[in-house]
């Protein structure tokens, strides 16, 4: 297969990002964590991220790439951005030379890498200065030497599939699932002497699994802590369930009846989910189960591993997820950005299902009318991506939007004098668009390692709080239109507190000082 495909699909990945992020790469709380992390690495303050404290819950491959970017003299707003693109691009590329290993259809790989290039979910992950681009493209990395390690039985590929899987592991925890993936294919998919394979995995093992042993052993001496959360048991909601199959739904149907303004009903688009599933699940045993069982008693390579290897991420990713919820974070919601990494490799194990499917059937009909479907859902995918980056190419996204771009506030918190200090609901907004640090509204509830509960100190708090703004001149920025914060203090609070006046009336908000 000619490669021009995959060069146009990349350049195209370019420029969807590129549109999408005209009013800069998206930014978000993890965002401004993540580069004042960066930020206090550089300026020699440490771990620390925008609160002041030592950032355990990031792991540091992607701080520590922003870092770089600023020892470089980058700018890391701008560099992520085209950095997202160009991982755009190789991730969109990088499915369809999956595939093309696999597939005995010529447009499997190109079904593939379009899906992958006009997947709203994929669109907006690598539009936001999140770490989830670099995560995806090592996960996809790493899966792809361990699918080629279990067809050659090749060390090298083991090892570079290890390489790739403990630097995904250190862009984020999740990354568990691919190594857990790893020992996964040495025991069930290699057909090796047991000698063999506990030397693999030994190998595996401590490849993959070093740098974060090391991270966690510095994380337990620094704060006490080996990953910044607790663990206590709590299992999976049915909310969680729910919305996790919600975000799913969303990869495989619309939300609206076509051409109408009615939306599917979630029970419809959960039940759909489910019957996909199902169906897929059915697919696989019939199309892969055969093939396994005869592999299974062969003593030479194996060639139907690519997409045992996807599959098994998939349901390890999930699993991890569901983990995740049971012992540490109730309050996690399985939005796109918990389940774009399991996307990718999701899409290349039913591309890889379907390609097993048509290429024995031999009546022309079937094959055509599959080819029809497949050009209907290609371009609903496509019209989804057209309107989605028109509409961030005119709007902005998150904290990076025109609308915070245009904020009557920020241009008044611009005017402050650089020794003012600044309380704010909006820090992280601030962080960005005033390029300074500002100080946190009080909280009311306590968070420590992801247990929450009710911060019994908010009085001494508050009084802190006024102290600093009689003695330094400060001022509080509150924006009153910003979604997400009924953890800190309101205005109402603040102004039962403490005498304050209004110094600057905008029209998403107010600039408070201590009333003389």
Same mark, same amino acid.
Not at 177 to 206: C, E, H, M, P, Y
Not at 387 to 400: D, P, T
Not at 472 to 490: C, M, N, P, Q, T
């Given at each position: 297969? &000619? ?5 146009? *699909? $990349? @350049?195209?990945?370019? %420029?969807?990002? #590129? =549109?999408?992020?005209?009013? +800069? ?22 771990? &620390? ?5 030592? *950032? $355990? @819950?990031?792991?540091? %491959?992607?701080? #520590? =790439?922003?870092?770089?970017? +600023? ?446």
């Amino acid at each position: 297969m &000619r490669l021009a495909p995959f060069v146009a *699909a $990349a @350049l195209l990945a370019v %420029l969807l990002v #590129g =549109l999408s992020t005209h009013w +800069g790469v998206g930014t978000s709380p993890d965002s401004a964590s993540f580069f004042s992390v960066a930020h206090n690495l550089v300026a020699g303050n440490g771990y &620390r991220d925008i609160y002041g404290t030592d *950032a $355990a @819950l990031r792991p540091p %491959l992607y701080p #520590g =790439l922003l870092a770089l970017m +600023g020892l470089l003299d980058l700018d890391p707003l701008i560099t992520t951005r085209w950095l997202n693109a160009a991982l755009f691009a190789a991730n969109v590329v990088l499915v369809g030379l999956i595939l093309k290993r696999d597939a005995r259809m010529a447009w499997t790989p190109i079904v593939g890498s379009f899906l992958a290039l006009t997947s709203v979910d994929m669109l907006e992950i690598h539009s936001m200065a999140w770490s989830e681009p670099v995560f995806i493209f090592l996960g996809l990395l790493g899966l792809l030497w361990l699918s080629a390690y279990a067809e050659r039985r090749a060390r090298g590929m083991l090892l570079a599939s290890a390489a790739a899987i403990a630097l995904t592991m250190m862009t984020r925890y999740a990354g568990l699932a691919f190594a857990a993936t790893g020992l996964a294919v040495i025991w069930l998919l290699t057909n090796q002497k047991l000698l063999r394979k506990l030397a693999d995995s030994a190998l595996f093992t401590l490849t993959a699994f070093l740098p974060t042993l090391a991270w966690a052993v510095r994380n337990m001496i620094v704060g006490g802590t080996a990953t910044g959360r607790i663990t206590r048991f709590q299992p999976v909601l049915l909310n969680h369930i729910k919305g996790g199959l919600r975000t799913a739904s969303l990869w495989i149907m619309p939300q609206r009846i076509p051409l109408t303004d009615v939306p599917v009903p979630i029970a419809v688009r959960i039940a759909v989910v489910l019957a996909a599933i199902v169906a897929i699940v059915l697919v696989a045993c019939l199309t892969l189960g055969r093939r396994a069982r005869s592999s299974a008693a062969q003593t030479g390579p194996r060639s139907d591993t690519l997409p045992l290897v996807m599959g098994l991420c998939v349901v390890l990713y999930v699993g991890l997820l569901a983990g995740y919820v049971t012992f540490s974070d109730r309050y996690a919601v399985f939005n796109l950005r918990y389940l774009s990494p399991a996307f990718l490799p999701a899409l290349i194990f039913v591309a890889c299902l379907g390609d097993r499917l048509l290429r024995n059937v031999h009546r022309r009909r079937v094959v055509i009318t599959v080819g029809v479907l497949v050009t209907l859902f290609a371009l609903w995918y496509a019209n989804r991506a057209f309107w989605w980056v028109a509409w961030r190419h005119g709007e902005g996204l998150a904290l990076m939007s025109k609308a915070w771009h245009n904020s009557e506030l920020i241009s008044r918190a611009r005017e402050l004098g650089p020794d003012v200090p600044i309380y704010s609901n909006a820090v992280d907004a601030l962080y960005f668009h005033l390029d300074r640090a500002t100080t946190q509204l009080p909280s009311k509830i306590k968070t420590v390692r992801y247990a929450y509960a009710r911060n019994e100190h908010l009085a001494d708090d508050l009084d802190a709080m006024r102290r600093v703004l009689e003695r330094e001149g400060g001022v509080i920025v509150f924006f009153d239109k910003i979604k997400g914060r009924a953890y800190l203090v309101s205005q109402e609070d603040l102004e039962r507190a403490m005498p304050l006046r209004v110094r600057t009336q905008a029209a998403d908000g107010v600039i408070y000082e201590i009333a003389q």
